[in-house]
């Protein structure tokens, strides 16, 4: 293959990772900027949508698509009502403090982990896709299912844009990120705000496992890397601006495509974090964010 | 500080140092072994806890400080045939140089940005051990041969794979890095950090140079992060890349906040404990990490300030 269409390979291959990166880290993004809190159990939310969703498409015999498509369904809510518990049974008492936050999803993280290693096993397992279409481009063919989640994730993408800057919902929750005790003072209910977002949070990183396990396969320990790559993009976008994750989700999932391509993976993520920390330690508030109150 | 209180603390550590050599006549075989291991690790709690508990930096990559010293000490061992000495000479000088650029670039950020920095940078540690597989076999690892493991003075050897000679250094080291540690809390740059840890802005505006201060507390905590694991590859034989995983960097934390943060001896009765704990728990299940992450929810649900902390704030304000 000639460098161009391998270029565009790697393009697409990138495209692929920044769009599911992106669903990933915009619910980080969002669970930081509304409840200025850092969830490391996020990455776990990730890995329990991807293995709920092999546990739900091998309940379900038939056509793989319905399977899939319940799994779409079912396993972000699953995953929400988990988080959600754990926001009200954990988080709300430690009163959100930031470094008891921390801890506590680290607890979070484990326990999840293990009880995916009990309950699943330690094995990767694939998830069959919904359809199988080559689509045929003039220099090799192309998955037709992975083009399919650059378009899902950019839809979904629209939609919590939507949410958030047309309705009721979102003007409630970004009165509460501005001032949490003015919000209050207004009647917003911010206990019950917390608890969704943080649902809302855990439920878009399960979506994008649902989206990615067709072609990645589920383990109990695939959650790291989404949440090392999620800090990187939410860091780099700047805190809680939508725009900002979208825009670092391309940059940081296109380039990690193009260098895993032409380097090996270990280097290429070597670089990716070396590169990501200097931002951060050089450029606190990000390259898109202004200053940081 | 009184008199009576200076005495009353001294006499508590040489105590427990005189008491954990006097174990080393009385214990059975199996925790002789394990009490050795949880001292190094309690000596990688104590580095842990200078900058934690005393500074008030919550690091999520002190594993790479661990493995420095790890690595320091057991490469040059393996592939050159350095001795014991050089090599752990050689692993603590891997440890300050690590913590020396870490902590110089590490803390120009602060609160949640310094966290996802030191634990982004042992990520790149971590990975760099894997990419040089060719040196460091990875995961998988090198075991240091036997004969490598001694030492030799004059007429008498030192073999470290010995269980009393073992234990013993353990325990040296272990007195070592308690009374260092009692050393920097209680004097002036020891006080500046806590100092910082209450009120940063406030005792930068008392005239103290707090950066200068929190990078010795980060070189300090590196290179007694760097000592115990150079004393682990030296003494236990195996360097692996697991211990520059992440988990390695949250151990630490979970013995500490058991323990008793900003405590001189909390770190060792968390380590103390939460070994046992996972011990006697993968005697009944393998879940051994449910334990883990249940401990720490329950800490900062319910336990706050530690087993040391809580003594101190109930019944001996004098402990250090």
Known sequence: MAFGPHLLLATLEGLVTAAVLALTALGLSLVFGVMRIVNVAHGEFFMLGAVLAWAITTVVSGNPAIGFALALVLSPLIVGAIAWVAERLVLRRIEYNPEATIVATIGLLYIIQQLALTFYGPEARPVTPPFNIRIQLPWFGYSGYKLSIIAASALLLLATWFVLTRTRIGLVMRATQYDRETAQAFGIPVGRVYGAVFALGAMLAAIAAVLIVPIQQAHYLMGLDPLLLSFIVVIIGGLGSLRGTVVAALLIGVSDGIISVFFSPTLAKIIATLVVAMVLVFRPQGLFGTAAK | MTEGSTARIYGLHIAVVAVLVALNFVLP?????????????????????????????????????????????????????????????????????????????????????????????AQVFYLVTLYFGEWTRGDEGLVLPQQARRIVFGGTALDLTDPTTRYLLAVSLFAAALFATLAVVRSRHGRVLVAIRENEERTRMLGYDTFANKLAAVVTSGVICAAAGAAYALLFGYVGATFASVQYSILPLLWVLLGGAATTLGPLIGTLFMYYAVDIASGYTSAYMLVVGVMLILLVLFFRRGVLGTVRERWARWLP
């Open chain 2, 29 to 121: 075989e199996y925790h002789h072994a394990v009490l050795a291991r949880v001292l190094v690790l309690a000596v990688f709690a104590m580095g842990y806890n200078l900058l934690f508990g005393y500074a008030g930096l919550l690091s999520l990559g002190h594993a790479m400080f661990f493995a420095a010293g790890l690595y320091g000490a057991g490469l040059p061992l393996y592939h050159l045939g350095w001795g014991i000495a050089a090599a752990f000479a050689s692993g603590m000088a891997a440890g300050f140089v690590v913590s020396a650029v870490v902590g110089l670039l590490a803390l120009r950020t602060t609160g949640v940005a310094f966290m996802i920095v030191t634990m982004m940078f």
